[in-house]
């Protein structure tokens, strides 16, 4: 059964910078995207970025210029180096995989806290 484990969340001051990473365990023979999301306490899960198998990037309009989505299909990680942030990009962060022709798998989130 593959899994995710993410890392890199934290507590950091407004400005700084914090890089996510996800890694999959377990046997994906090919995957279609990769993305990240985010909810924020008393709102829904949004989507931040993703990064298709073809290269292709996708980021939410309050992340655009700031956040950075690279993957590893061969590796199967996926990164989001988070810059300039923000108060209101507190939340907990989600990866998810899309495996080719199968089902998303999710992450079990990192929070990241973005506070003086």
């Known amino acids: 059964q593959v899994q995710l484990v993410e890392s890199g969340g934290g507590l950091v001051q407004p400005g700084g910078s914090l890089r996510l990473s996800c890694a999959a365990s377990?046997?994906?023979?090919?995957?279609?995207?990769m993305a990240w999301y985010r909810q924020a306490p008393g709102k829904e899960r949004e989507l931040v970025a993703a990064?298709?198998?073809?290269?292709?990037?996708t980021y939410a309009d309050p992340v655009k210029g700031r956040f950075a989505i690279s993957g590893d299909n061969a590796k199967k990680t996926v990164i989001l180096q988070m810059n300039s942030l923000k108060p209101e990009d507190t939340a907990i962060y989600y990866c998810?995989?899309?495996?080719?022709?199968?089902?998303?798998?999710w992450g079990q989130g990192t929070q990241v806290t973005i506070s003086s």
């Open positions: 990064l298709t198998r073809y290269g292709s990037t």
């Open positions: 998810k995989i899309k495996p080719l022709g199968g089902l998303p798998i």
């Open positions: 377990g046997s994906i023979f090919s995957i279609s995207t």
